[in-house]
Every structure is written in structure tokens, then in C-alpha cells.
């Protein structure tokens, strides 16, 4: 199966920036989509960015639209998300995982495989 590997979590200040990535091995090429989602205790789990690995589309969240950049390299390798403009309620653990397609690219139920979490924390 897929193994993802989530790391570039931190600590940073209000419109600070900070790039996740999430490193794929394993049996990934049945896996088209790569979903980045977010978890805190104030909120319900969030998807806030997936790309399709065929066509390159990108989707995002309303609420990190123009902020946030999801994007990937070589064969699917790595992926990253780009998070400028931060804002504290950008704080939470964020994931990666994959799914077989992009249909639902921001719902949680379509992902398969999931990388652990990393945490982000948005102070002002």
C-alpha cells in the first residue's frame, strides 16, 4: 500500500508562511489525487487542498483560496502545500492522503491512505 510521510509543521507568526510536505512510497500509482486536510479542536476536519497527479487541477477550500499552493514533483513523489498569508485559524494538525480519483477531492470519505499529522500553530 501507500505510505505517506508528513513533515514542516511549526510555529510561526500571523502572515507568516510555511511549506508541509508529504513524501509518497509504496504502491502510489493507482492513486490519482493527493488531498491535504486540516484538524483542530475548534473546528471540524477541513479539506483544504487536493491536485490530481493526471490532469494537474488543483482545488482548494474557500477559506485558503489565494494562499495556499498545493503542488508536485517527479512521478509523485513529494507533494507540497504552500501556506502563505497565514491566520490563526489556519492552526491545526494538517494530513495528507490519496485517493484513487479527484472527484470528491475535498472529502474525507474518497481518501484511502493517510500520512501522519503535523501540527501548525498561527500566533498573533
Known amino acids: 500500500p501507500p505510505r505517506l510521510a508528513v513533515s514542516g509543521g511549526d510555529s510561526v507568526q500571523v502572515g507568516g508562511s510555511l511549506r508541509l510536505s508529504c513524501v509518497l512510497s509504496g504502491a502510489i500509482a493507482s492513486f490519482d489525487c493527493l488531498g491535504w486536510f486540516r484538524q483542530s479542536p475548534e473546528k471540524e476536519d477541513e479539506g483544504v487542498a487536493a491536485r490530481s497527479a493526471d490532469t494537474g487541477r488543483a482545488f482548494y477550500a474557500n477559506s485558503v483560496e489565494g494562499r495556499f499552493t498545493i503542488s508536485r514533483r517527479d512521478v509523485m513523489s513529494t507533494a507540497y502545500l504552500q501556506m502563505d498569508n497565514l491566520r490563526p485559524e489556519d492552526s491545526g494538525v494538517y494530513y495528507c492522503?490519496?485517493?484513487?480519483?479527484?472527484?470528491?477531492?475535498?472529502?474525507?470519505?474518497?481518501?484511502?491512505?493517510w500520512g501522519q499529522g503535523t501540527q501548525v500553530t498561527v500566533s498573533s
Open positions: 492522503a490519496v485517493a484513487k480519483s479527484c472527484w470528491t477531492p475535498l472529502k474525507r470519505p474518497s481518501y484511502s491512505y
